[in-house]
Protein backbone atom coordinates (compact mmCIF):
# COMPACT_ATOMS: atom_id res chain seq x y z
CA UNK A 1 0.00 0.00 0.00
CA UNK A 2 1.23 3.50 -1.23
CA UNK A 3 1.58 5.29 2.29
CA UNK A 4 2.36 9.04 3.71
CA UNK A 5 6.43 9.10 4.25
CA UNK A 6 7.12 7.22 1.61
CA UNK A 7 9.16 7.95 -1.16
CA UNK A 8 8.70 6.50 -4.61
CA UNK A 9 10.71 7.17 -7.78
CA UNK A 10 7.66 7.78 -10.28
CA UNK A 11 7.86 9.50 -13.93
CA UNK A 12 6.21 12.56 -13.76
CA UNK A 13 6.11 13.37 -17.59
CA UNK A 14 4.32 15.07 -19.62
CA UNK A 15 4.92 18.14 -17.80
CA UNK A 16 4.47 21.71 -18.77
CA UNK A 17 6.76 25.33 -18.18
CA UNK A 18 8.47 25.21 -14.81
CA UNK A 19 6.46 21.48 -13.50
CA UNK A 20 9.35 19.12 -12.45
CA UNK A 21 10.00 16.48 -15.08
CA UNK A 22 11.27 13.58 -16.32
CA UNK A 23 11.66 10.22 -13.43
CA UNK A 24 12.57 11.62 -9.69
CA UNK A 25 12.04 11.09 -6.24
CA UNK A 26 8.30 12.12 -4.86
CA UNK A 27 7.50 11.61 -1.18
CA UNK A 28 3.95 11.16 -0.63
CA UNK A 29 2.12 13.75 1.62
CA UNK A 30 -1.54 12.56 0.87
CA UNK A 31 -3.56 10.55 3.97
CA UNK A 32 -3.58 7.13 4.11
CA UNK A 33 -7.52 7.56 4.59
CA UNK A 34 -7.06 8.82 0.59
CA UNK A 35 -4.02 6.35 -0.41
CA UNK A 36 -6.51 3.56 0.34
CA UNK A 37 -8.84 4.91 -2.19
CA UNK A 38 -8.35 4.02 -6.06
CA UNK A 39 -8.17 8.21 -6.32
CA UNK A 40 -5.10 10.10 -6.66
CA UNK A 41 -1.85 9.60 -4.30
CA UNK A 42 -0.50 13.57 -3.42
CA UNK A 43 2.93 14.02 -3.51
CA UNK A 44 5.88 16.54 -3.03
CA UNK A 45 8.46 16.48 -5.77
CA UNK A 46 11.80 15.76 -5.15
CA UNK A 47 15.30 16.66 -6.85
CA UNK A 48 19.10 15.82 -6.53
CA UNK A 49 20.80 18.33 -3.54
CA UNK A 50 23.11 20.22 -6.08
CA UNK A 51 20.39 21.66 -7.96
CA UNK A 52 19.31 23.47 -5.07
CA UNK A 53 22.13 25.14 -3.77
CA UNK A 54 20.36 28.11 -1.11
CA UNK A 55 17.82 26.59 1.82
CA UNK A 56 14.28 27.97 1.54
CA UNK A 57 11.58 27.57 4.04
CA UNK A 58 9.30 25.88 1.60
CA UNK A 59 12.35 23.13 0.85
CA UNK A 60 13.12 20.12 3.10
CA UNK A 61 16.71 18.81 2.28
CA UNK A 62 17.47 15.53 3.20
CA UNK A 63 20.31 12.76 3.39
CA UNK A 64 20.99 9.37 1.09
CA UNK A 65 21.33 7.76 4.70
CA UNK A 66 18.44 9.01 6.76
CA UNK A 67 15.61 8.25 3.56
CA UNK A 68 17.41 5.00 1.75
CA UNK A 69 17.41 7.00 -1.49
CA UNK A 70 20.54 6.93 -3.54
CA UNK A 71 21.36 10.76 -3.46
CA UNK A 72 21.09 13.64 -1.00
CA UNK A 73 17.48 15.47 -2.06
CA UNK A 74 15.56 18.47 -1.76
CA UNK A 75 11.54 18.32 -0.96
CA UNK A 76 10.57 21.18 -3.20
CA UNK A 77 6.98 21.92 -0.88
CA UNK A 78 5.96 24.07 -3.98
CA UNK A 79 6.13 21.72 -6.50
CA UNK A 80 3.32 19.67 -5.55
CA UNK A 81 1.36 17.21 -7.54
CA UNK A 82 -1.54 14.63 -7.65
CA UNK A 83 -0.42 11.26 -9.09
CA UNK A 84 -2.75 8.71 -10.37
CA UNK A 85 -1.57 5.54 -8.55
CA UNK A 86 -0.62 3.33 -11.57
CA UNK A 87 2.16 5.74 -11.82
CA UNK A 88 3.76 3.93 -8.35
CA UNK A 89 4.45 0.69 -10.37
CA UNK A 90 6.40 -0.42 -12.35
CA UNK A 91 4.33 -0.80 -15.46
CA UNK A 92 6.36 -3.81 -16.85
CA UNK A 93 6.19 -5.95 -13.00
CA UNK A 94 3.50 -4.35 -11.65
CA UNK A 95 5.83 -3.93 -8.52
CA UNK A 96 5.96 -0.96 -6.81
CA UNK A 97 8.92 1.07 -7.59
CA UNK A 98 9.72 1.59 -3.23
CA UNK A 99 12.65 4.25 -2.61
CA UNK A 100 12.68 4.99 0.69
CA UNK A 101 10.62 6.80 3.72
CA UNK A 102 10.74 9.87 5.31
CA UNK A 103 11.62 9.71 9.02
CA UNK A 104 8.42 10.96 11.45
CA UNK A 105 10.76 13.93 12.28
CA UNK A 106 11.71 15.10 8.90
CA UNK A 107 7.59 14.79 8.52
CA UNK A 108 7.10 17.43 10.16
CA UNK A 109 9.27 19.36 8.51
CA UNK A 110 7.39 18.63 5.39
CA UNK A 111 4.17 19.85 7.04
CA UNK A 112 5.62 22.81 8.06
CA UNK A 113 6.90 24.19 4.62
CA UNK A 114 3.55 22.69 3.45
CA UNK A 115 2.12 25.21 5.51
CA UNK A 116 4.03 28.16 4.24
CA UNK A 117 3.08 27.04 1.09
CA UNK A 118 -0.74 26.77 1.82
CA UNK A 119 -0.34 30.22 3.88
CA UNK A 120 -2.10 27.88 7.04
Do not use: W
Amino acid sequence: MISRGDIYFVNLDPTKGREQAGYRPVLVVSADAINRQPLVVTVVIGTDAKNVPHDYPTNVRVTARETGLPKDTVFLCFQIRSLDPSRFFDPKTKRPLLAGTLPPRRMEEIDEALKLVFSF
